[in-house]
C-alpha cells in the first residue's frame, strides 16, 4: 500500500485537495520529503490550471486516488537544493511540468524522451520511487529531483510561463517530432484554447503560415488581430472548408470532445500530418480512404522530455511567448474550475499561491 507523505516525510505543506470525485478543492495540510541529495525544494509562487486537473479531481478518467493535490504547471524560487545538485542554486527561478520521475534505464529514457517511459512518474495522483504518493503544485512548496525541473529565464513572467510547461510543451514537441515547425510550411490548428492559442504563437516564431480551425466563428478576430494567424476557418462552414482543401502540410488538433476527423483529413496534402494532442472521452473513428489515397498520417503526442521541455522554455523565452492567463486566488480555485468547464476562460487560470495560500491557511 501506498505511504501517505503526511505520514512519513518532514516538510510541512498546505495546500488544496479533492478528497473525493465531487472534485470540491479544500484546505489540505500535508509533508514533502526532505531535500534529497539530488533534490530541489522550491517555494511555489504560481500554478497554471490545466483541464486535465478538472478532469482528475472529479475522476473522469476512472483512476484518480484521493486525497489528491493537483497541479503540473508549477513555477517557484529555490529554496534548498541537495549536495549532489549542479545545475541549480539557491534564489533561482525554476518550474516542474507533467514529470517527476522515470526509470532511467529504457530506450526511451536514453533518447531524452522519458515523458514515453513505461515507468514514468507524473507530478500528481501518481507513487514515487520510494512508495509515496505525489501531489501536485496547489501547494506552497514542491520538492523535485533536479532532472525534472527546468530554468526559468530571467526574461520570461513566472505567471505567464506557469502554462508553458504543460501546454507550451505538449504543442512544442510534436511540432519538433513530425517536422512542422520549419519556415514557410502551411500549419493548421484546430481549436483555439489553451493548446490551440500556444501553437499559434508557436508556429508563428517558427516563421510559419497558420490557420486557425474552430466551430466558434467569433474567434476569427482574436485568432487573427491578437495571435496573428494568417487565416480562419469555421469548420462548420463547408464553403470554407472546400476553400482550404488539401493545402495544409500538417495539423495539431487539440479538441478534447469527440469530433470528425474527416475534414481535418481533407485540409491536408498529400503526405499531411494530422497530430492528435486532445483526450475525448470516446474513441474517434479514423477514415481509411483519404488515409490511402493522400499517403496521410494520423498520429498523437502527449508532453515531452525534460531536454526538450528546456529547449522550448529558452525557444519561448527567445520570442516573448508567453500563455494568455487569467491570474487566480487560491480562494477562487473551485470556482475556476466551474467556468473552466464551461469553457469561460481566455485561455488559462493560473494561481496566485504565494500571495494567497494565507486565505487558505
Known sequence: MSKLPEEVFPQKALGLAAKDNSGVLTPFKFSRRETGDEDVTFKVMFCGICHSDLHSIKNEW??????LVPGH????IVSEVGHKVSKFKVGDRVGVGCLVGSCQSCDSCSKDVENYCNKRI??????????????GGYSDIMVANERYVVKIPDSMPLDASAPLLCVGITVYSPMKYFGLSEPGIHLGVVGLGGLGHVAVKFAKAFGMKVTVISTSPDK?????????????????????????MGTLDGILDTVSVPHSLLPMLGLLKADGKLIMLGLPDKPLEVPVFPLLFGRKTVAGSIMGGMKETQEM?????????TAD???????????????????DVRY???????????KIA
Request: proline share 1%.
Open 62 to 67: 476512472g483512476y484518480s486516488f484521493f486525497p
Open 73 to 76: 504547471e508549477i513555477v517557484g
Open 122 to 135: 507524473l507530478t500528481y495522483n501518481s507513487v514515487y520511487h520510494d512508495g509515496s504518493v505525489n501531489y
Open 220 to 244: 476569427e478576430k482574436e485568432a487573427i488581430e491578437h495571435l496573428g494567424a494568417d487565416a480562419f476557418v469555421n469548420s462548420r462552414n463547408q464553403e470554407q472548408l472546400m476553400a482550404v
Open 313 to 321: 522554455i529558452d525557444f519561448a523565452a527567445k520570442h516573448n511567448i
Open 325 to 343: 492567463i487569467e491570474v487566480v486566488a487560491m480562494d477562487y480555485v473551485n470556482t475556476a474550475m466551474e467556468r473552466l468547464a464551461k469553457g
Open 348 to 358: 488559462r487560470f493560473v494561481i496566485d499561491v504565494a500571495n494567497t495560500i494565507s
